[in-house]
């Protein structure tokens, strides 16, 4: 019944990919044909219009899956920590919809099935760590068609550092609480966050 689900969620989402694509035309149509973008800031713009539609025509779908592989407490603290994170960070972004939902079923049924082992304090304590210290040290990762300002990748920067420190205070309450599957979610969505982040910037040294 689990794996039904997973495969029938799967097609269902990768069906819809194509619908994005749609109205990122038209909304790209209407913002140039009313003047409200110079033609220097159109790359950019579709690029953040396509990045929040396919982030919401694929969130309901992970939820799903990842609820069916790990329980709601570890899923929703994973992907609200992550999104939270992903948010200012940036990090490596597939070219095609259909690639990023892939990946990012894929990701997250790796790391939810990892997610729901037990893990020791010190094992959390050296996981945030070194993610929020690649976060700290690296972020925000200019992707090419943002146009990022000088000005602009340090208010990314700020904020990035900033949300890595609420997040880990917020692990920190929860620990306080005795929540260990809510602490390991957001342990794994900010690792993920890092990793993407860190992956992002390799591939970018390399090319």
């Not at 009313?34 to 950019?44: A, E, F, L, Q, R």
């Not at 420190?165 to 969505?189: D, E, K, N, P, W």
Request: glycine share 4%.
């Amino acid at each position: 019944m689990r794996y039904s689900l997973f495969v029938v969620i799967s097609i269902l989402t990768v069906s819809f990919c194509g619908v994005p694509d749609m109205l990122v035309d038209k909304l790209l149509l209407y913002c140039i044909s009313h003047g409200m973008v110079v033609d220097d800031d159109i790359p950019m713009l579709r690029y953040c219009i396509e990045k929040n539609l396919y982030t919401i025509v694929t969130f309901i779908p992970l939820v799903a899956v990842g609820i069916l592989i790990a329980g709601s407490l570890i899923t929703v603290s994973f992907l609200v920590t992550f999104m939270y994170l992903r948010q200012m960070t940036n990090g490596y972004h597939a070219k095609t919809p259909g690639r990023c939902f892939a990946w990012s079923l894929l990701l997250e049924t790796l790391i939810l099935d990892c997610a729901q082992h037990d893990y020791p304090f010190w094992a959390i304590l050296i996981m945030t760590a070194i993610s929020a210290l690649i976060i700290w040290n690296s972020a925000p990762y200019a992707h090419p068609n943002m146009n990022y300002s000088a000005n602009e990748i340090l208010a990314c920067r700020v904020l990035s550092r900033k949300r890595v420190l609420i997040v880990i205070s917020i692990m920190t309450a929860f620990y306080l609480i005795h929540q260990q599957r809510i602490i390991v979610g957001m342990c794994f969505g900010l690792n993920l966050a890092a990793g993407l982040l860190g992956f992002a910037i390799i591939m970018k040294q390399r090319s």
